[in-house]
């Protein structure tokens, strides 16, 4: 590839990356201005500013990679330009010489009498030669230089075109900029009114995170018990298979007790070739899984993170949290098998998805629409998620796990 075919390339993925950049802006700002009009937490709008503040951000570092970038082409261009020039100056004075000479040299009888005036057949051969490759170079020295003027000509107009498209990235720059600036005193004024109630603040994180710990231990003890159970069935399928081979004379009833004594793995699924299968294809998705939701963003990371606003106060996360709009769907990332349903309370359900030894699972869901050992395919809406009645909150907890022990789900999505 070329460098102008690969900065090309380079333009077109920023301009891409910029675009959607762009729409997760706009879907944020809708995000905002629904929570806004409810008039509900300040804690709520402070999650979604800083997301939007960050999409700024990344939005001004996108603009400014494609400014180096065509800063970098017209700066090659410029050095094509100069190139051009010089090369043209030689031609021209080469080709001025050329006429001059030419001219002295113009009568057909000069040019016979410089081939008749030969001493041998041979000396007039050449001499002939001669004058035709000084006629077709002369000719060709012509159509280089009307080359080399066209490219001039294409290389000046490009650049021309490239200042202006520089001149309107810098000026789009200037005004994120100055709105990047605005969002940040806004959220500055957010950050005072949430440290004014900051002790019922801590007070629903305490009582939120109780609640995460609290389920997650029921997922872990679903999750162990049917490991176990999976694994006890396999163990007896063996047993069975190995008494058939050593035509052994035990009884049905024998084999199985026999079976039940052999230690059996709660926290270690024994694959079969057909679960290994699901399992390999699942893990060779890592980075490419769709998201669980059709628009949204990750309010709260994976693992123990401090506080947006009170560093000192520290958050664990079995999975991610994503904000998302209200009356939004779970989507399932992968095709698998419906695990479980647990019902936390009438307005919190949970869906757990079997993929072999890989388990996710969709957190806060108001209502579901499949049920345990239902076949679910990739992207599926498995339920609807809840919007918190008293902050206006649509949010989805995701957790990714492979056995008993979680991944960062971050890491498995694909990139937005």
Avoid: C
């Amino acid at each position: 590839m070329t460098s102008v075919m690969w900065s090309q390339s380079q333009q077109d993925k920023l301009e891409q990356r910029k675009a959607q950049i762009q729409k997760e802006i706009r879907d944020n700002e809708k995000m905002l201005q629904s929570v806004k009009s409810k008039e509900k937490s300040a804690m709520n709008v402070f999650m979604i500013q800083k997301n939007k503040i960050r999409l700024k951000e990344n939005l001004i570092n996108t603009t400014e990679k494609q400014t180096k970038l065509l800063a970098n082409d017209m700066y090659i261009n410029q050095l094509k330009i100069n190139k051009l020039n010089k090369e043209l100056i030689v031609l021209k004075q080469d080709y001025a010489k050329m006429i001059v000479k030419s001219y002295k040299s113009r009568s057909e009888q000069s040019r016979a009498m410089f081939i008749l005036s030969s001493e041998t057949f041979l000396q007039a051969y050449k001499r002939a030669q001669y004058l035709k490759q000084y006629t077709n170079f002369r000719k060709s020295q012509g159509e280089e230089i009307k080359s080399k003027s066209n490219d001039l000509i294409v290389i000046n107009k490009k650049i021309n075109s490239q200042k202006i498209v520089k001149q309107k990235l810098l000026a789009e720059n200037v005004k994120e900029r100055t709105v990047l600036e605005k969002e940040k005193g806004e959220q500055e004024k957010l950050v005072n009114e949430i440290k004014k109630d900051k002790n019922r603040i801590v007070s629903d994180i305490r009582k939120k995170q109780k609640e995460s710990k609290t389920i997650d231990r029921q997922i872990d003890r679903i999750i162990r018990e049917a490991i176990a159970e999976a694994n006890r069935k396999a163990a007896l399928e063996k047993a069975k298979a190995k008494a058939l081979a050593e035509k052994s004379k035990a009884t049905p009833k024998e084999v199985a007790a026999t079976a039940a004594k052999e230690p059996v793995s709660s926290s270690r699924i024994e694959l079969t070739p057909e679960s290994k299968l699901v399992a390999d294809n699942f893990r060779s998705n890592r980075g490419n899984l769709p998201w669980p939701v059709d628009k949204g963003f990750i309010s709260l990371g994976y693992g123990d993170q401090p506080h947006p606003i009170y560093n000192s106060l520290v958050i664990h996360n079995s999975g991610v949290e994503i904000t998302t709009n209200d009356g939004a769907s779970a989507l399932a990332v992968f095709g698998g098998e419906v695990f479980s349903v647990m019902v936390v309370s009438p307005v919190n359900k949970v869906v757990m998805i079997q993929h072999g030894d890989y388990f996710t699972v969709y957190q806060n869901l108001s209502s579901v629409n499949v049920s345990k050992g239902d076949k679910v395919s990739t992207k599926q809406s498995i339920g609807r998620i809840r919007t918190n009645g008293d902050t206006g909150k649509t949010v989805l907890k995701f957790l990714l796990l492979q056995n008993t022990t979680t991944n960062d789900p971050k890491s498995w999505l694909a990139r937005r």
